[in-house]
């Protein structure tokens, strides 16, 4: 059984930094690619950074500049460091994970979140 676990959310004042990390364990395939998610009160869960196998990265408009997705294939891990952050970046973030399984099928999960408060 595949899951996802988040770590790092915290209470940081505007202009800190928090550096998240999300590590799938259980895969029996190939992890092609990690993104984090985020949700705010109120608000739609939104995108915010992907990595792909190869180490190609996108980022939702807000966050470049101020933050950057890694990964460590071999560990299956994720990580979203995240610099000069505002109130608007508060909310529950979330990993999503994407495993390939050769000739069986593509499976996708989600963590459990881990919260994010950004407030003086």
């Known amino acids: 059984q595949v899951q996802v676990v988040e770590s790092g959310g915290d209470l940081v004042q505007p202009g800190g930094s928090l550096r998240l990390s999300c590590a799938v364990f259980?895969?029996?395939?190939?992890?092609?690619?990690m993104s984090w998610f985020r949700q705010a009160p109120g608000k739609e869960r939104e995108f915010v950074a992907r990595?792909?196998?190869?180490?190609?990265?996108d980022y939702e408009d807000s966050v470049k500049g101020r933050f950057t997705i890694s990964g460590d294939g071999a560990k299956n891990t994720a990580y979203l460091q995240m610099n000069n952050l505002k109130p608007e970046d508060t909310g529950v973030y979330y990993c999503?994970?994407?495993?390939?399984?050769?000739?069986?099928?593509?499976?996708?999960?989600w963590g459990q979140g881990t919260q994010v408060t950004v407030a003086a």
């Open positions: 999503y994970a994407v495993e390939l399984v050769p000739a069986i099928n593509t499976y996708t999960y």
């Open positions: 259980g895969s029996s395939g190939t992890i092609t690619s």
């Open positions: 990595i792909d196998s190869r180490g190609s990265a």
